[in-house]
């Protein structure tokens, strides 16, 4: 008995040492501003961690929340979020690796629907027509949803294999939606959005990662040109303006060998087209050269992503930093002045606007 | 079919049952207690550990119960630290605040590390398929090879002392659909040894848990949410089928010689669980990785008066597939990425060791590997619409040369120096040195020193990897010392007790991270300058409590800040000063065991402080925390010795609190489980 004793306390000691803190997270309320316009960062997080998340940026006083959805329901968004299109008063987030799509609110942030059923989905696209397309990588097919049921519908395919297919993002002119094929692929596709099925498609250069709509009714894809050894072919990256009416390239810009060109974006009234080559580029969308001077120098660092305000020309710079730590956004204005700065969550990757009503 | 295999299985206990008697877990002579102390002993000192930080881990630990992995055994009987993505998923090993591509492997002698990846997998190794596992830490770790700027595992096989036939066989069956068997058939006399095990694991590892990364939602009858919950989830793509089989022969001459033939070859097919914020469904997917290795080494070795030379030649082959399809909806499943990699080496190695005098080693010792590797990592359409592998097909030799001589000019001083040169590709590392000190303060107390340079070059993948690999990369180098006391002392052959405490520090530069790209692919850089110190202590104790009873200890902590000390032009400032992702700042365990007669109760113990999951170390996150991590276990044991031979019965209770946790972020662990074993091991000599 009296070795038990001894023991005792031995015992007790590890059991209270053994505690684990673990469970759910607290909820949060949140109530923004309908009067105030505000900026959604969606921050990818590192793949396979399952630790991507939403910021929100208040232009007018400045205030950052971030974490935002986790902290309004209590669980995180997911692993790689990836896009954000808002909708019917809804805001639609895409999260790449979980394979789902979450509709917000977008004062509260709670999540009011849910699709699931995905492979691997990279961005949703409204028709107008009471349904949405939703694009894939691991997935050469195109997925119609209904935005109402939350329901896969259907699926436009587009003849790629399971291996490399790849379809990103997407803009809708005059009743056809344009996608981009990004990973080991090289063309447009053309769907028409009375039919669901593609009716053309164009060559434009190894593997176009973007695609964006200007105010004078023209396309622009921004191509990466592949990488050093790829089976796929390997090419300078290049910036690429398409006529959609005839869907032919009506213009190539071609920049210089290794450049990595990305976070391709149009200021608000389509006039102006920027994107990220180390600093920040801007450009008319009718010149004809590219320019030879950033309107933002880069800073030794990583910019990773860029949206422009739509009202007032601002620009948004997302910073990677190391990417395994929080990501950093750079605000300037139009002429390239900085104007705020402030930590974000961990590779803020793409954004979209919440308009004030 | 299980109902008659349980059936039988106790029908041949029974047999056992009526002749039944107490058997002790320990031989009744005090060797049994002293054990663990004589090696301590300066003067005892084999000539060849001097200086030498090695923990060892005895036959007794590493065969609790068949269900362990070596992951398992280091998790609670060392101070590294076990990074483990789940039940039977991936474990790596690092020690002192590196990381896991910094722990050399050895198997018999013959580096396994991967040449692809650098680290080994020990949630692949079961436990009972060693014999006896040993630690050296930091700079001793360059007495068996080069690249240890944690340290090094050494894993063995030993050749029994058999003579005639002798069988033992377990059987277990626990919780998630879980089944293990083992089965040992020796056979030895004066000459031969050969030995052969088979061991297999079948589970389902579907294990459920309240899931706090999701929320389900209900919903009134007009369809409006009106209230929410955190679902129970199933562990989805985890299963696990593990074969393992080894074939050894020994053969010993009169004149010394000693010749050893060891094979293992191991079949695994084991899920790759999804994450717990996944909502793709799990039946519709296959996530797989597969494989099929093959490790054979041959040996000789000759112990003469004033010398030991061995030398071994062996081959690893490895085969492995990673797998992730879909239903495409119609129950047909397609690939979506179908990676495979094939792995040949080559190795040959000599090692000799002279006394030319009584306090005198000189120490040579020359490795070669030749690895020839085939990756390919997805398939790609060409431009022509034909498919093209993606991937590389390298060769690369490696070598290695140590000559070393360790003296020992009083009786209480021991001195060390080696030199070690490694060539891989057609590139030298610079030399690396070592030195070791020990010196005998009492009898009971030592004061161990070492210091050392040591490199390790890029892995294949590091360099080769489509798309990312960098040709460009350099080796990262380290500059490390340690220096510890380690006491010894046994009381009246009732009471040993072995304890020691060491400080270490090491800079490390060129560390190689990989980072991603903006084209969608991962590169590996060499980006960060790390500092990892701290102390790293244990301690053992057995004590002969009465005839009948016979308690033993064993405890280890390490304090380990691993810090980036990056340039902050190229890395991020925030993240400078910080510790490493996924290292712990603290890490402990404790294995006390309990045993009165033939019953014996076993407790472990495992603690691991917050790994930080990002470079800044972020605490006011929501989502990226991976809190404190205790774990208790118990094994409870019965012996019944009979005539016919020994059977013993095993309850183990893995996460005796019913703990919900992770251990990596989002990767759900089991909560508590049961897992029960039956050992026979028949007697054929009466």
Redesign the interface.
């Known amino acids: 008995m009296s070795?038990f004793r001894r023991?005792l306390p031995?015992?007790t000691l590890?059991?209270a040492?053994?505690?684990?803190?673990?469970?759910?997270?607290?909820e949060e309320t949140f109530a923004t501003d309908l009067s105030h316009r505000g900026l959604f960062i969606i921050c990818e997080?590192?793949?396979?961690?399952?630790?991507a998340?939403l910021s929100y940026y208040d232009p007018e006083t400045k205030e950052i929340q971030n974490?935002i959805f986790?902290?309004s329901?209590?669980?995180?968004?997911?692993?790689v979020a990836q896009s954000m299109t808002i909708n019917n008063g809804l805001c639609w987030t895409v999260?790449n690796?979980?394979?789902?799509i979450f509709a917000l609110d977008p004062v509260t942030f709670k999540?009011k629907r849910?699709i699931?059923?995905?492979?691997s989905p990279r961005y949703i696209h409204f028709t107008g027509s009471g349904k949405a397309y939703v694009t894939q990588i691991?997935?050469p097919r195109i997925y119609i949803v209904d935005p109402d049921k939350c329901t896969v519908t259907g699926y436009i395919e587009t003849g790629?294999?399971?291996?490399?297919g790849s379809t990103e993002m997407m803009v809708e002119k005059d009743g056809y939606v344009y996608v981009n094929c990004?990973?080991?692929q090289?063309r447009i596709l053309k769907i028409d959005t009375a039919t669901d099925r593609i009716i053309n498609e164009l060559v434009v250069g190894i593997?176009p990662?973007a695609i964006i709509k200007d105010g004078y009714g023209k396309l622009w894809a921004i191509t990466?040109g592949?990488?050093e050894?790829?089976?796929?072919?390997h090419e300078r990256a290049t910036l690429v303006k398409i006529d959609a009416d005839n869907f032919v390239i009506e213009k190539t810009f071609t920049f210089d060998y290794g450049s990595?060109p990305?976070g391709l974006t149009a200021s608000g009234d389509g006039k102006t087209i920027y994107w990220i080559n180390d600093g920040v580029y801007s450009m008319d969308a009718a010149s004809e050269t590219l320019p030879a001077e950033p309107i933002i120098e880069p800073l030794?660092t990583i910019f990773y992503a860029l949206i422009v305000d739509p009202t007032n020309g601002d620009i948004y710079v997302s910073d990677?930093?190391?990417?395994?730590?929080?990501g950093v956004m750079r605000r300037y204005s139009a002429a390239g002045n900085l104007i705020d700065t402030f930590r974000v969550g961990?590779?803020p990757g793409n954004f979209c606007w919440r308009e004030a009503q | 079919m299980k109902r008659t295999l349980l059936t039988s299985l106790f029908a041949l206990c029974g047999a056992f049952a009526p002749l039944a008697a107490q058997e002790h877990w320990w031989n009744d002579d005090a060797s049994y207690v002293t054990q663990i102390t004589s090696s301590a002993i300066v003067a005892e000192r084999p000539l060849g550990e001097i200086g030498q930080q090695k923990s060892v881990i005895d036959s007794a630990t590493l065969h609790l119960t068949v269900a362990q992995s070596m992951a398992d055994i280091l998790t609670y009987n060392s101070s590294v630290f076990v990074k483990q993505y789940g039940r039977g998923s991936l474990a790596t090993v690092s020690f002192r605040g590196t990381a896991a591509s910094h722990t050399q492997v050895t198997w018999n002698g013959m580096k396994i590390n991967s040449p692809m990846l650098g680290m080994t997998d020990f949630s692949m190794i079961p436990s009972y398929f060693t014999d006896s596992a040993a630690m050296l830490h930091g700079s001793s770790s360059l007495a068996v090879a080069g690249g240890g700027l944690g340290g090094a595992v050494l894993l063995n096989t030993e050749p029994t002392s058999t003579r005639g036939w002798d069988l033992s066989g377990v059987f277990g069956f626990g919780s998630f659909n879980t089944y293990d068997g083992f089965l040992k058939l020796n056979y030895g006399n004066e000459r031969w040894q050969t030995s052969t095990r088979i061991a297999a694991t079948e589970s389902r590892n579907d294990f459920t848990y309240r899931n706090y990364k999701k929320k389900e939602y209900t919903y009134d009858a007009a369809g409006i949410p009106n209230g929410s919950y955190y679902p129970i989830d199933t562990n989805r793509c985890g299963g696990i089928t593990d074969l393992h089989l080894m074939q050894e022969v020994y053969y010993k001459t009169d004149g010394g010689d000693r010749l050893g033939l060891s094979a293992w070859f191991t079949h695994s097919v084991r899920g790759v669980p999804l994450l717990s914020v996944d909502y793709r469904a799990g039946a519709s997917y296959n996530n797989s990785q597969s494989e099929n290795t093959l490790r054979a080494v041959a040996g000789w070795d000759r112990t003469g008066n004033k010398y030991i030379l061995s030398a071994k030649a062996g081959w690893l082959h490895t085969k492995q597939g990673y797998d992730f399809e879909r239903d495409k909806g119609n129950g047909t499943m397609v690939s979506m990425v179908q990676s495979r990699s094939n792995i040949n080496t080559i190795h040959g190695s000599m090692d000799g060791k002279w006394f030319p005098a009584p306090k005198l080693m000189l120490h040579g010792q020359m490795a070669a590997y030749q690895h020839f590797v085939t990756s390919t990592d997805r398939n790609a359409m060409a431009m022509n619409g034909s498919k093209i592998a993606i991937g590389y097909d390298e060769a690369r030799f490696e070598s290695s040369l140590y000559l070393g001589a360790k003296w020992s000019p009083t009786r209480r001083l021991g001195l060390s120096a080696a030199l070690r040169e490694e060539l891989y590709g057609d590139k030298l590392t610079p030399l690396i040195p070592v030195v070791n000190i020990d010196y005998l303060i009492c009898d009971e107390l030592t004061f161990k020193a070492s210091g050392s340079r040591n490199y390790r070059y890029p892995t294949l993948n590091d360099l080769y990897f489509l798309p990312g690999g960098n040709p460009d990369l350099k080796p990262e180098s380290g500059l490390s010392y340690d220096a510890g006391l380690f006491f010894s002392k046994t009381f009246r052959d009732r009471l040993s007790l072995n304890a020691s405490a060491s400080w270490f520090d090491s800079y490390i530069d060129n560390w190689i991270v990989w980072i991603p790209t903006f084209k969608g692919y991962w590169t590996p850089r060499n980006v960060l300058r790390v500092h990892a110190y701290g102390i790293e202590s244990k301690a053992q104790g057995k004590w002969r409590i009465s005839r009948d009873w016979m308690c033993e200890a064993s405890g280890n902590f390490a304090w380990t800040p691993s810090i980036n000390h990056g340039d902050p032009a190229e890395w991020a400032p925030e993240a400078i000063g910080k510790q490493l992702v996924y290292v712990p700042l603290f890490s402990s365990s404790a294995v006390v065991s309990l045993a009165w007669t033939s019953w014996k109760l076993t407790y472990k113990w495992c603690h691991y402080s917050e790994r930080f999951t990002t470079s800044d170390n972020d605490i006011t996150t929501k989502i990226g925390r991976v809190l404190p991590y205790y774990m208790n276990d118990i094994v409870l044991e019965k012996r019944l010795g009979t005539k016919a031979g020994l059977v013993s019965f095993k309850l183990a209770v893995n996460n005796l609190f019913n703990e919900e946790y992770e251990s990596v972020l989002n990767r759900p662990m089991p909560r508590r489980n049961f897992e029960f074993f039956i050992e026979i091991t028949p007697d054929f000599k009466h």
């Open positions: 070795l023991i031995l015992i590890f059991c040492v053994s505690c684990m803190e673990y469970g759910p997270a607290q997080g590192n793949y396979m961690y399952g630790n998340s974490e986790a902290r329901n209590a669980f995180p968004i997911g692993d999260v690796n979980s394979g789902v999540e849910r699931t059923g995905f492979t691991w997935d790629m294999d399971f291996e490399t990004w990973s080991y090289n593997q990662s990466d592949g990488y050894g790829s089976p796929y072919g990595t990305r030794g990677a930093v190391d990417y395994t730590s929080n961990i590779n």
